[in-house]
């Protein structure tokens, strides 16, 4: 096993991300992106919640599923083609059962990251009649240690889908800057329109109570998202 460079311990912010084996699309269409972030919701959660048995044979919205104590909160997250990005971070107080938890104690992030991949994959792969490994290993993680940082993070993950109209957009700059925003505006696969006070069920995945308040407003937000499109060349950190 790979030892990690900052352990995912609490009280820490990790920006953690997968992607497919060979870099081969794990979402295909709607029905696989909806089943994902429905998971990010589900498999947050202390309990062993099977999608079939719980969700889908009892015939209830999965964002109705009282889901009880958590692992971990999210602060941003994103999908694409062949991979995702989530902003991350567990507390102390999340996922105590009966157990004392401590500072060292990193299984919070590392239990939900195996929930969700694992959980996602079995459904992939039946549903698309493969076998094997869908991802690319064991999901990475980069420490997230200063709020410079943080921000930079919140712009890359909601930026990522421009990628999908303007492949070398990073390179050259954005041409149209309202084309992007419209973009942004119609790709709900990101936690772009929760932060943007969007009311939807995705809002439920997040958990910004554990996270520094980076933006004071949506209008700040909408201002440092604006800010990167400006950019003739974007290098993140």
């Known amino acids: 096993m790979t030892r990690r460079k900052v352990p995912l311990v609490c009280e820490e912010y990790f920006?953690?991300?997968?992607?497919?084996?060979s870099k081969?699309?794990?979402?295909?269409?709607?029905?696989?992106?909806?089943?994902?972030?429905?998971?990010?919701?589900?498999?947050?959660?202390?309990?062993?919640?099977?999608?079939?048995?719980?969700?889908?044979?009892?015939?209830?919205?999965?964002?109705?599923?009282?889901?009880?104590?958590?692992?971990?909160?999210?602060?941003a997250w994103v999908l694409m083609p062949n991979h995702f990005h989530?902003?991350?971070?567990?507390?102390?107080?999340?996922?105590?059962?009966?157990?004392?938890?401590?500072?060292?104690?990193?299984?919070?992030?590392?239990?939900?990251m195996h929930k969700l991949c694992t959980s996602y994959a079995k459904y992939f792969n039946k549903r698309h009649d493969r076998k094997g490994v869908l991802f690319e290993g064991n999901?990475?993680?980069?420490?997230?240690?200063?709020?410079?940082?943080?921000?930079?993070?919140?712009?890359?993950?909601h930026l990522n889908p421009v990628k999908l109209i303007d492949s070398e957009w990073k390179e050259r700059g954005i041409s149209d800057v309202d084309?992007?925003?419209?973009?942004?505006?119609?790709?709900?696969?990101?936690?772009?329109?929760?932060?943007r006070g969007v009311l939807r069920k995705e809002n439920k995945i997040l958990g910004l109570k554990d996270f520094p308040e980076y933006f004071s407003n949506i209008k700040d937000f909408d201002?440092?998202?604006?800010?990167?499109?400006?950019?003739?060349?974007i290098v993140f950190p």
Do not use: C, M
Request: proline share 1%; net charge negative; charged share 30%.
């Open 15 to 21: 920006h953690v991300y997968n992607r497919g084996n």
């Open 24 to 75: 081969q699309e794990i979402f295909v269409d709607d029905k696989d992106r909806d089943r994902f972030i429905k998971l990010l919701y589900l498999s947050n959660s202390t309990k062993g919640i099977s999608f079939r048995d719980d969700i889908i044979d009892k015939n209830i919205d999965a964002w109705d599923f009282e889901r009880g104590e958590t692992l971990v909160s999210i602060g």
């Open 86 to 112: 989530i902003y991350i971070t567990s507390s102390p107080k999340l996922g105590l059962g009966e157990k004392e938890e401590t500072k060292e104690n990193k299984a919070n992030i590392t239990l939900f």
């Open 139 to 157: 999901f990475r993680s980069v420490h997230i240690d200063n709020d410079n940082q943080a921000k930079y993070l919140f712009s890359y993950i």
């Open 179 to 195: 084309v992007a925003l419209k973009h942004l505006d119609t790709y709900k696969w990101s936690s772009y329109h929760d932060h």
């Open 223 to 233: 201002t440092e998202i604006f800010s990167w499109l400006q950019l003739d060349e």
